[in-house]
């Protein structure tokens, strides 16, 4: 069972705004800053957010991430085909002293 | 720009230990602040951080599997090493490398190899 708790689904039609949450405790999200991973069937994960809510390069800005005292949002708005994918959040936790992943979730574009 | 890959068995018996390197460019992990980790992801699982290791040679491994793991880098041919001992059919995953940058004012890996599936069985 993963440390960090996200919905194991997400669907929303072309155009529209998912929003994919991430649930954890004090010793992660709570102290420390949240990234997101985006994993395309077949691919290697590619960062999307880190530090909350900054965006690497390339990245464009309908992605979105916010934190709000233990739980992380990622936005997606505008949905794409080529958003169909398995999304991750991540984070540092000090009590376990590791890097946490989410159990994952797949976004659906209906 | 940085790239990494990942090189080893794809095939392992039980109590097997298992070697893998990770071969990368466009960095050196003699800068400060610079790291390279491991992560696996079971079939159609989740991802599994493993262990990182830093430009100093700190050295951080998941807690759950630290028993059993060793990261070590080799900075003049570009490659950092995790050897895993007594693999079992449960740690059949494909394992990723991935570059930490050296900005430690957040933790996230920004570059990922492709990846190596590697399967154990009797």
């Known amino acids: 069972q993963s440390v960090l708790t996200q919905p194991p689904a997400a669907s929303g039609t072309p155009g529209q705004r998912v929003t994919i949450s991430c649930s954890g405790g004090t010793s992660n999200i709570g102290s420390r800053t949240v990234s997101w991973y985006q994993q395309l069937p077949g691919t290697a994960p590619k960062l999307l957010i880190y530090?909350?809510?900054r965006r690497p390069s390339g990245v464009p800005d309908r992605i979105s991430g916010s934190k709000s005292g233990t739980s992380a949002s990622l936005a997606i708005s505008g949905l794409q085909s080529e958003d169909e994918a398995d999304y991750y959040c991540?984070?540092?936790?000090?009590?376990?002293?590791?890097?946490?992943f989410g159990a994952g979730t797949k976004v659906t574009v209906l | 720009q940085i790239t990494l890959k990942e090189s080893g068995p794809t095939l392992m018996k039980p109590t097997q230990t298992l070697t893998l390197t990770c071969t990368f460019s466009?960095?050196?992990?003699?800068?400060?602040?610079?790291?390279v980790g491991w992560i696996r992801q079971p079939p159609g699982k989740a991802l599994e951080w493993l262990a990182i290791i830093y430009w100093d040679d700190d050295e951080s491994y998941n807690p759950s599997l630290k028993s059993r793991l060793t990261i070590t880098k080799d900075t003049s041919k570009n490659q950092v090493v995790l050897t895993m001992t007594n693999m079992g059919p449960v740690d059949t995953a494909t394992y990723y490398c991935?570059?930490?940058?050296?900005?430690?004012?957040?933790?996230?890996?920004?570059?990922w190899g492709q990846g190596t599936m590697v399967t154990v069985s009797s």
């Open positions: 530090s909350t809510n």
């Open positions: 991935a570059h930490r940058p050296r900005d430690h004012s957040f933790f996230a890996f920004d570059i």
């Open positions: 466009e960095f050196s992990l003699r800068t400060t602040g610079v790291g």
């Open positions: 991540a984070a540092w936790d000090d009590s376990l002293h590791a890097y946490v």
